[in-house]
T-cell receptor, first 113, second 112 residues
């Protein structure tokens, strides 16, 4: 099976940098994804890390350490519109032969003016 | 380019009834996954369909069943509804990069 842990809430001010951590336990790991979900909206894909290291996409970066079963999402130059829930999700084998996404419980990010 | 669409948007059912939710994937996608999201929680994987077959299933009872049609659209059926089935049901589609899933807006199911 798979389990993921991430903080339930994070608060930061506009323009700041925030890091959302995620640790996971899994028996069949292929990669770590991050999704953003605004209240009442659908989750939207942000990033995917299959290899160790940092991936940068604009103001967002995602990091993975496979040996530590750890990753993080880094959001820079925070804007009010970044207030949302952020989910880490393991892409891997849970049971059976096909890969699936297993989500964490989510981190509610609140950006203050 | 139309994204993932789901219907209906909202649904209210009584305990014991049956419900069918529908999903049309993003153009060019052939794999559809269904998730259940309780309030304040992350999406929980129900099952995935590819080539009209259930390819993978999460920890959900047999009351949850599905189907995929030749045009890649999909249905989720839930029988003998329980109060605990009240949730947001999300459909996601993917193509070659299967880890990158595109989610629909969801169907909010309330069981009374």
């Amino acid at each position: 099976g798979q389990s993921l842990e991430q903080p339930s809430e994070v608060t930061a001010v506009e323009g700041a940098i925030v890091q959302i951590n995620c640790t996971y336990q899994t028996s069949g790991f292929y990669g770590l994804s991050w999704y953003q979900q605004h209240d009442g909206g659908a989750p939207t894909f942000l990033s995917y890390n299959a290899l160790d290291g940092l991936e940068e996409t604009g103001r967002f970066s995602s990091f993975l350490s496979r040996s530590d079963s750890y990753g993080y999402l880094l959001l820079q130059e925070l804007q009010m519109k970044d207030s949302a829930s952020y989910f880490c999700a393991v892409w891997g084998l849970s049971s059976g032969s096909a890969r699936q996404l297993t989500f964490g419980s989510g981190t509610q990010l609140t950006v203050l003016p | 380019d139309a994204g993932v669409t789901q219907s209906p948007t909202h649904l209210i059912k009584t305990r014991g009834q049956q419900v069918t939710l529908r999903c049309s994937p993003k153009s060019g996608h052939d794999t559809v996954s269904w998730y259940q999201q309780a309030l304040g929680q992350g999406p929980q994987f129900i099952f995935q369909y590819y080539e009209e077959e259930e390819r993978q299933r999460g920890n959900f009872p047999d009351r949850f069943s599905g189907h995929q049609f030749p045009n890649y659209s999909s249905e989720l059926n839930v029988n003998a509804l329980l109060l605990g089935d009240s949730a947001l049901y999300l459909c996601a589609s993917s193509g070659l990069a299967a880890y990158e899933q595109y989610f629909g807006p969801g169907t909010r199911l309330t069981v009374t």
